[in-house]
């Protein structure tokens, strides 16, 4: 059961993120998708499931990946997105430090370009060095940045709150940036 809940969550996050096209569904502006129609979709892949396991999906989900609308008719992403999607998040002044966790190999480069969102729509930034620490060991041996976000909202940077409680912004220059 395990097993088969993971494998759906990895398949959601593919298409309420990344590739909605794999499984032929439709996302709106917002990001959203049809309940019925992702689990119609998902079973077309030669799984079997219903609303009660999507709903546990999201219930279980470690960081809370996926959100439903208020009548559970419509699900998306909190965050993470690399297509391009309008989640309405508002600003939201942040604490005076966030940390990125990154690789070692890449704090070359971050510290000539400063940090880019690359594939995705924001950079990811975390409440907690422990956060951070497991986002960049997902990548290789992991550094933790020390993101200077007081100074950075006070020279005007927006910063954003998921629902999930990742804290997002479009970049970080180097100067706010220390190792
Ligand atoms: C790096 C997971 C070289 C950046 C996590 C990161 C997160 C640079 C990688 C969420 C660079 C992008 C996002 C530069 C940035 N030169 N490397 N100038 N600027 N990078 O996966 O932050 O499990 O797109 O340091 O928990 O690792 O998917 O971003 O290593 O919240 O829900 O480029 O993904 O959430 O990698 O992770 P990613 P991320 P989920």
């Not at 969102?117 to 990548?139: I, N």
Request: neutral net charge.
């Amino acid at each position: 059961m395990e097993k088969q809940l993971k494998h759906i969550s990895k398949l959601m996050s593919l298409v309420l993120r990344h590739k909605p096209e794999a499984i032929g569904l439709q996302l709106n502006e917002n990001g959203w998708a049809n309940v019925a129609e992702l689990i119609s979709k998902i079973n077309e892949q030669g799984n079997n499931v219903n609303f009660d396991t999507i709903n546990t999906v999201v219930d279980t989900n470690d960081k809370k990946r996926f959100a439903f609308n208020e009548d559970k008719t419509m699900i998306r992403a909190s965050q993470g997105h690399s297509i391009e999607v309008e989640l309405n998040l508002k600003a939201v002044t942040p604490p005076d430090i966030l940390y990125h966790g990154t690789a070692e190999r890449f704090v070359e480069s971050i510290l000539k370009e400063g940090l880019n969102k690359q594939q995705r729509q924001h950079v990811h930034l975390s409440l907690l060095q422990e956060t951070a620490k497991a986002v960049g060991a997902r990548h290789g041996k992991p550094v933790i940045l020390h993101i200077n976000a007081k100074a950075m909202a006070e020279a005007g940077f927006v910063f954003y709150l998921s629902d999930n409680n990742v804290w997002l912004v479009n970049s970080v220059p180097v100067e706010y940036i220390t190792v």
